[in-house]
């Protein structure tokens, strides 16, 4: 076990829905980061959160966006749920923005109909 | 463009025998890292063994060990006396240095057969 805690585990949501993903990350690890993987692929990075900024990110549409609050734990928001938007959804922490070793959560299964 | 790229989608070896999964990358970086991670069916995404690119010992952790050939980019991943508990998807990771993000490759479905 990681430390790292996702919920929900499993979400259904219909096409041009709204959804919030959340994320506790690990004690002491102020970073936090999203992937987004979908069926037989490999992940692919969302954005990424330190100390309640957002600290790089990847090539996703702004109907993605994200939280940290002061505790450290983060939100994934997305907006107008697309088909395309089902997917593993996979937070990772680490102890700080320069840290390599991520330690990652058991991600939130999001099915979009 | 920073990739990582996997080239084998399965794999399968024997209980006991050793098995090696290859990964290559492009990047210009001079300073990196580069993982192995396995993802079970349970989803949760665990780290395997991590090498630091400035390093030119192989990262060894138990079973697993790594070639790393930093000028052919290429890290390939050795496990030895193959487990059951082996059976997953394994991923190869770049990790340029302070970029914040994870580069995976598409995934290595590895089937340990008893």
């Known amino acids: 076990e990681t430390g790292v805690t996702q919920s929900p585990t499993h979400l259904i949501k219909t096409r041009g829905q709204q959804v919030t993903l959340r994320c506790s990350s690990q004690?002491?690890?102020?970073?936090v980061s999203w992937y987004q993987q979908a069926l037989g692929q490999g992940p692919q990075f969302i954005f990424q959160?330190?100390?309640?900024?957002?600290?790089g990110r990847g090539n996703f549409p702004p109907r993605f966006s994200g939280l940290q609050f002061p505790n450290y734990s983060s939100e994934l928001n997305v907006n107008a749920l697309e088909l395309d938007d089902s997917a593993l959804y996979l937070c990772a922490s680490s102890l700080d923005r320069s840290n390599s070793e991520a330690f990652f959560g058991q991600g939130t299964r999001l099915t979009v109909v | 463009a920073q990739t990582v790229t996997q080239s084998q989608p399965e794999m399968s070896v024997q209980e006991a025998e050793t098995v090696t999964l290859s990964c290559t990358y492009d990047t210009s970086e001079n300073n990196y890292y580069l993982f192995w991670y396995k993802q079970p069916p349970s989803r949760q995404m665990i780290l395997v063994i991590r090498q630091e690119a400035y390093k030119q010992q192989n990262a060894t952790e138990n079973r697993f060990s790594v070639n790393f050939q930093k000028a052919a980019k290429s890290f390939s991943l050795k496990i030895s006396d193959s487990q059951l508990g082996d059976t997953a998807m394994y991923f190869c990771?770049?990790?340029?240095?302070?970029?914040?993000?994870?580069?995976f490759g598409q995934g290595t479905t590895l089937q340990v057969k008893p």
């Open positions: 004690s002491g690890h102020n970073t």
């Open positions: 990771a770049f990790y340029p240095s302070n970029t914040g993000k994870l580069i």
């Open positions: 959160y330190y100390r309640e900024e957002e600290n």
